[in-house]
């Protein structure tokens, strides 16, 4: 089985290849050939160093082939893997550092931030998933490019439902919810409902009982966790569910955009240069290319939401929640699930069919999902609170506006590019003002002529 990695010279494609490395299952559903792609030849040369080193530890490995020709790259894979950066972290510097300049949230996905990434990205996604459909009609898209859940319902338009969109925050919350109840994460059941970086935890249920609500009751196991101590005890027993962290921008947002703007760099501005620093070191280190990313990845998690958690009080990530596996191990469940009709459930990014009430039948959502052979099928949330579908209908409309003003940059021409755009950064929640997202908009350059 061939999978094909786009961006495969980025940072975390070594947390991927570890997961192949331990794959033990049958050869017919096991990955035997990974190619990389990327647009970087001295990305992928690093990262190959890595992944070479990875390599020597184990008595068989799955053989690595790279390359910077994309139709090369997806001809003849059986699962393609996107996780590209357009415009690298430069660009995902000046997507923080512009809306931060008018007093607004500046995120890699939420908010303004988040708008102008998808801007940036949508009509390189798009083309991919053109390539994909001329060159590898067959094969499977596993999507983790940010944002994720705009992304996968713009590469939807051209593949269907062979694209799956993966996030690793909702396992990682339902897991972290199990641990703080004493009971182990694989025996639970969660009804979980949303889209990407917007969602909630509504249930954890154990041997046929909800035991969410015992959770919520205990101030002392509540606040044991990632979640618990982001939001405090009191709001989570407010809202009765666990939000996925990304939603710390929504509910303290006058406290996290202080501590961003306190902060000496942007998370954009901390990876551009810790990661220059990695990929100069490891394309020249002689056999020390491992150890240099591991050093370089526990530093990145330990500083993973470093602004949020300085805005509620200031805490240390736990030990367990610093190994970086997550959406790697959930890109080889629906390989596994897909490639052996091993039928499994999982929270991952498709199309809503009726899945949600009041969202239509192609709204990506981030929901449970029953996926085997035939794909990922969503599951019925049944109803939604209505603050929850409120904030859901509104960042919809968003992601569709950015979508739109993508399409329309080669379609209808720059004028309703930038209405469409204009239209998805007035309309975020986030953003207070249409003169300030104009004004975010005249100082991104975006949407760019394709």
């Known amino acids: 089985m061939r999978l094909t990695v786009l961006g495969g010279g980025g940072f975390r494609m070594p947390l991927v290849y570890r997961a192949l490395l331990e794959d033990t299952g049958d050869d017919a559903g096991r990955c035997t050939e990974l190619v990389l792609y990327d647009t970087d030849r001295h990305r992928l040369d690093a990262i190959g160093a890595v992944l070479a080193e990875q390599a020597r530890q184990h008595p068989v490995a799955v053989a690595v082939r790279a390359?910077?020709?994309?139709?090369?790259?997806?001809?003849?894979?059986?699962?393609?893997?996107?996780?590209?950066?357009?415009?690298?972290l430069e660009g995902r510097a000046r997507d923080e550092r512009i809306p931060l300049a008018e007093g607004v949230l500046g995120q890699e996905?939420?908010?303004?931030?988040?708008?102008?990434?998808?801007?940036?990205?949508?009509?390189?996604?798009?083309?991919?998933?053109?390539?994909?459909?001329?060159?590898?009609?067959?094969?499977?898209?596993?999507?983790?490019?940010?944002?994720?859940?705009?992304?996968?319902?713009?590469?939807?338009?051209?593949?269907?439902?062979?694209v799956i969109g993966i996030c690793d925050s909702p396992v990682g919350l339902c897991r972290r919810a199990a641990r703080a109840l004493g009971t182990d994460p694989d025996r639970a059941v969660y009804d979980y409902v949303g889209l990407n970086h917007l969602g909630w935890l509504r249930g954890v249920v154990v041997d046929g009982r909800d035991r969410l609500p015992e959770l919520l009751a205990d101030a002392g196991a509540l606040e044991s966790f990632e979640e618990g101590k982001l939001f405090g005890a009191d709001w989570l027993r407010t809202l009765g569910a666990l939000p996925n962290e990304y939603l710390h921008y929504y509910y303290f947002n006058r406290e996290a955009v202080a501590s961003i703007?306190?902060?000496?760099?942007?998370?954009?501005?901390?990876?551009?240069e810790q990661q220059a620093r990695f990929y100069e070191t490891a394309r020249t280190a002689d056999g020390g290319a491992l150890a240099a990313w591991e050093r370089t990845r526990l530093e990145r998690e330990t500083t993973y939401l470093a602004a949020s958690r300085e805005a509620s009080g200031g805490w240390e990530r736990d030990s367990c929640d610093l190994d970086g596996g997550g959406y790697d191990r959930i890109a080889l469940?629906?390989?596994?699930?897909?490639?052996?009709?091993?039928?499994?459930?999982?929270?991952?990014?498709?199309?809503?069919?009726?899945?949600?009430p009041g969202l239509d039948a192609d709204a990506v959502v981030e929901v449970p999902c029953l996926v085997d052979a035939g794909g990922a099928r969503p599951m019925a949330t049944g109803a939604v609170a209505p603050d929850q579908l409120g904030l859901m209908l509104s960042l919809k409309a968003v992601e569709r506006s950015t979508i739109e003003a993508a399409e329309a940059i080669t379609e209808a021409g720059p004028a309703a590019a930038r209405g469409a755009a204009l239209r998805a950064l007035a309309l975020h929640p986030l953003v207070d003002s249409v003169n300030v997202a104009s004004r975010i908009l005249d100082a991104s350059g975006l949407p760019a002529t394709a």
């Open 109 to 162: 996905t939420v908010g303004a931030g988040g708008v102008l990434y998808g801007l940036r990205t949508l009509p390189v996604a798009t083309r991919i998933a053109e390539r994909v459909a001329a060159v590898a009609p067959d094969a499977w898209v596993i999507n983790f490019t940010n944002p994720a859940g705009m992304v996968t319902e713009a590469m939807r338009r051209v593949l269907g439902d062979r």
């Open 333 to 356: 469940a629906i390989m596994r699930a897909i490639a052996r009709d091993e039928r499994t459930t999982l929270i991952l990014n498709v199309g809503n069919r009726t899945a949600v």
């Open 261 to 272: 703007q306190q902060a000496t760099t942007t998370r954009g501005e901390f990876l551009r």
């Open 67 to 88: 390359t910077t020709d994309l139709d090369d790259a997806l001809r003849g894979a059986d699962f393609v893997f996107s996780a590209i950066r357009v415009g690298g």
